[in-house]
């Protein structure tokens, strides 16, 4: 496997592996990324789709990427995905799938032209004072202090910020800025999070980084990601003939470790409580998707809060086990052992009326039910003691939502502290509490805010323990590599497998291109894996980005004919020591 860039590969028609004909494929779990990998295996490794089955121990697939509508509760959103144009693996994946929505379109046709007839940006990012724009007036409000700091992480190696966390590389000067409230809101960083995603986040992104206050850097599917991304993808697969088994538990997989050579054996599970088991040999190959952000959800509904469960997790189980046998599968522990610091919830509220949505227009500055964006991204409540957010996307949200009705997905970093208007914990409260002190903090008339909550909406909180897991600090050798030294038929996927490439997690892109680069390697495709986005090289993304970071300040730089002096001076100086010597 490698990776490329340009025209030349990204069109490129791989040719049939050798031997793919005698192959099967197993995945554990029906994520993005296991969807991804079943949709390589058949379009670039020529594998028949009646030879691959994807085991999912729910009722559905999609992991993450959900989106519901429950009839008692209401919609659903865990969350949202912010996309780009430079996902480059996913964006190889959605052109080959066809669009549900437009006869003879791929699904990035559809999404690339939706993005350029309704463009994302935000009109108002930050408010205060009970829906008051916050006049952040698009500045990141850095001090030189905080500037350096920055550069100072961007410019360390990896090494250097391993097992350390932001709020160990950043001080006080930082943590006021508008940046950092940008920042943490838009991507859910905590300051006791890993530094060193931290550095790859702006690596990755630093050609976005003047986007961040408006969100034009952003683009987003028409429906929830569920119905726009899973389900096209889901149909592809069905049709090519890939087997789904639902209400199957995958328990654990063995190996055999050998010196230079690793294999796995068998894979055992659970369905419908009876145990199963599959032997496998060298032609079976194995995707595992290892950890969860989403595991052990609870939904309340308007009247009752959700749970936090911190019982037996199965996914995190199931890599416990594995990571047990050998020192290459990773350690769990790292990422999944510390709930406080990785929880945060989310709610769904859904307006029943016009009232609400007049409140939504005013901050929004758009109409809701225009049928193209909305807020642009989420807005926050710079002065919410749970620090709050909350956003509104392109209604309808579902194709069989109610014309009149608008879907808001609300969610808050601190959900252990009192509300400013319930004064209670984000945890402890309904979805009639969460739609209150949101109402308070869009602006609503604080005798109405009782009566709007109770007979204008209907909300659903739902708690995520390990929802931030992936950002707690790390280490090399905490995530499998996707592919772990001397494997022979198996592969680590999703957010929590290590790709050798620069890329950073709790993105669509990471589990497409963890799985991408499994498939690649173990079936030896004959086609490179799109790299990432060069930006982090191009000196005219960094000056651009250093030049928003100082909101506009001039960055002091050679013109050429200084630059191109210097250098002269330079050789000459070598040259005439050269000589001496």
Avoid at 372 to 394: H, M, P, Y
Avoid at 522 to 551: C, H, Q, W
Wanted: net charge negative; charged share 25%; proline share 5%.
């Amino acid at each position: 496997m490698y990776y490329c860039s340009g025209n030349y590969e990204a069109f490129a028609r791989p040719r049939k592996p050798k031997g793919v004909d005698n192959k099967t494929a197993w995945f554990v779990g029906s994520g993005l990324a296991a969807l991804s990998g079943a949709a390589f295996l058949i379009r670039d490794g020529h594998m028949r789709g009646d030879r691959i089955t994807i085991l999912e121990r729910l009722k559905i697939p999609g992991g993450a990427l959900d989106g519901s509508h429950d009839l008692k509760r209401g919609f659903v959103i865990r969350g949202g995905r912010e996309m780009e144009d430079h996902f480059e693996c996913l964006w190889d994946l959605y052109r080959s799938i066809p669009s549900l929505e437009i006869e003879g379109a791929s699904v990035l046709d559809e999404f690339y032209w939706l993005n350029k007839d309704d463009p994302n940006y935000s009109l108002q990012r930050v408010t205060v004072n009970q829906g008051q724009d916050a006049n952040t007036d698009g500045l990141f409000t850095l001090n030189e202090a905080a500037q350096k700091e920055m550069i100072s992480i961007f410019l360390a190696s990896r090494e250097e910020m391993q097992n350390k966390r932001i709020d160990e590389v950043f001080g006080t000067d930082f943590f006021i800025s508008n940046f950092w409230l940008y920042w943490r809101t838009m991507f859910a960083f905590e300051e006791w999070h890993s530094a060193l995603e931290m550095k790859l986040y702006l690596h990755r992104f630093v050609h976005h980084i003047g986007g961040l206050p408006d969100f034009s850097a952003l683009k987003f599917t028409k429906y929830n990601q569920y119905e726009s991304l899973v389900l096209p993808l889901c149909k592809w697969l069905l049709e090519e003939g890939v087997n789904f088994r639902y209400d199957v538990e995958v328990t654990d997989v063995d190996f055999d470790l050998k010196a230079g050579r690793k294999q796995a054996t068998t894979i055992y599970w659970l369905e419908e409580g009876v145990a199963g088991r599959v032997s496998l040999g060298a032609d079976d190959l194995v995707f595992m998707t290892i950890g969860s952000l989403t595991e052990n959800s609870d939904k309340g509904d308007h009247h009752t809060p959700s749970k936090l469960d911190e019982g037996p997790a199965p996914a995190w189980d199931l890599w416990r086990r594995i990571a047990a046998k050998d020192a290459a599968f990773g350690r769990p522990e790292v990422f999944g052992g510390n709930i406080p610091a990785t929880k945060w919830e989310s709610a769904t509220v859904t307006t029943l009326d016009a009232r609400i949505p007049g409140y939504i227009r005013k901050i929004a500055k758009r109409d809701p039910f225009s049928g193209k964006v909305v807020t642009g991204g989420i807005v926050t409540a710079k002065d919410s003691s749970w620090l709050l957010s909350w956003t509104v996307n392109r209604q309808p949200h579902f194709k069989h939502q109610p014309s009149d009705q608008v879907v808001v997905w609300v969610y808050s970093l601190f959900v252990d502290e009192p509300g400013d208007y319930v004064n209670k914990p984000m945890q402890d409260c309904t979805g009639e509490e969460i739609t209150q002190e949101w109402l308070y903090h869009l602006g609503a008339p604080v005798e109405d805010i009782p009566e709007l909550a109770a007979t204008a909406a209907r909300t659903v909180p739902v708690m995520m323990p390990y929802v931030t897991s992936f950002f707690m600090p790390r280490q090399a050798g905490d995530r499998p590599n996707v592919v772990p030294t001397g494997a022979a038929n198996f592969a680590f996927i999703g957010q929590f497998a290590e790709s050798a490439e620069r890329d950073c997690i709790f993105t669509t892109e990471y589990s497409v291109r963890t799985a991408m680069e499994a498939v690649y390697t173990l079936l030896n495709v004959e086609r490179g894996v799109p790299e990432v986005f060069n930006s982090t090289y191009d000196i005219r993304k960094l000056l651009m980005a250093i030049g928003r970071l100082r909101d506009g300040k001039e960055v002091p730089i050679l013109n050429p004919a200084v630059l191109g002096e210097l250098m002269l001076n330079h050789f000459d100086t070598t040259k005439a020591g050269t000589a001496a010597r």
